[in-house]
């Protein structure tokens, strides 16, 4: 029923954005007779919100395969979403709207932010400043890398430099590229989102998510940037030294994509605070799949579990992978 309210109140809403445009474009333009106040909600106005230029709103479908959920063994995970994107249905859900901490599932969005506004000269200079605590990809200050080099950090290595050094180097610096972030968050229609950093770390303030927002985002970042699916897909890659900077090796041992035929990334994630959180990407017979999982104490088992128990449900057989890798 809650789905159903959901979808319900989602038609309306854009309805009434749609018919609201229609009428403040009118009275703009045709009735000058009193002062105008628009319908539109503050964050779809590109006056209030320069991501609306990118509009795209996607709902994910609110009908869910039956399966034998009493074949998937006991789950820890707090929140889980298993989508079937050829399917466009919902496979599995735990809790899909509930806002909990996401960790470094945050630099999906951050890596979208990024590859909207690409440096013109293609030069990031790191500052003393974007060297933050926890996982790195090992910059430095003074080093200039492009936009590719530190995404393949920022996803492979889950690098918060990597984050802070794209933040800093965004027009109007860090703080803009946080509001790009939630600006962006709200023109997506993620309505229970909200980022204080661009790494996910803990202490900045209330940062939260849930398993059904970042479906909506990673749907998008993989669909509208190659560069993404193509960074989140690589299981190793090594930044060549030249005169910017020192060679840096990287590897992507967390998602599943040297583990589970299909797999082709996303994220993976970790704080005390958020548990253990990952986002997976799988195309295996012609099957695309999304699956979320929030707070986990064993995300990786966990999350083969669930893929095996979603390409049953549409009668495939899942492939097999060693289940200690």
Known sequence: MKKFFAY??????????????????????????E???????????LTKNN?????????????????????????????????????????????????????SLTKIMTAVIALDTPKPDDRYMVTKADIVTGDAMGVSPGEVYTLQDLLYGLVLHSGNDAAETLASNYPGGRSAFIQAMNNKAKALGMVDTNYTNPSGLEGDGDQYTTTYDLLILTKYAL??????????????????????????????????????????????????????????????????????????????GEMKSLLDYSLKTVNITPPPYNPNE
């Open 51 to 103: 991501q609306v230029t990118l509009l795209d709103f996607w709902s994910p479908v609110v009908q869910q395969i039956q399966g034998d959920e009493g074949s998937l063994p006991d789950l820890t995970a707090q929140s889980v979403l298993m989508y079937d994107l050829t399917e466009n249905k919902i496979i599995y859900e735990k809790d899909p709207n509930v806002r909990r901490p996401m960790a």
């Open 223 to 300: 669909e509208h940037y190659p560069l993404f699916a193509q960074v989140v897909s690589t299981g190793a890659y090594t930044i060549p030294a030249d005169s910017d900077h020192k060679e840096i090796d990287l590897s992507n041992e967390t998602n599943l994509v040297t583990s589970y035929p299909g797999v082709k990334g996303v994220k993976d994630g970790y704080t005390p605070e958020a548990g253990l959180c990952l986002v997976t990407y799988l195309d295996y017979d012609g099957q695309k799949i999304i699956g979320v999982i929030l707070n986990s104490q064993d995300r990786r």
């Open 8 to 33: 319900f109140f989602s038609v309306i809403f854009l309805t009434t954005a749609l018919f609201g445009g229609i009428w403040y474009f009118y009275r703009s333009y045709f009735d000058h007779s």
């Open 35 to 45: 002062q105008i106040n628009s319908p539109i909600p503050d964050f779809l106005m």
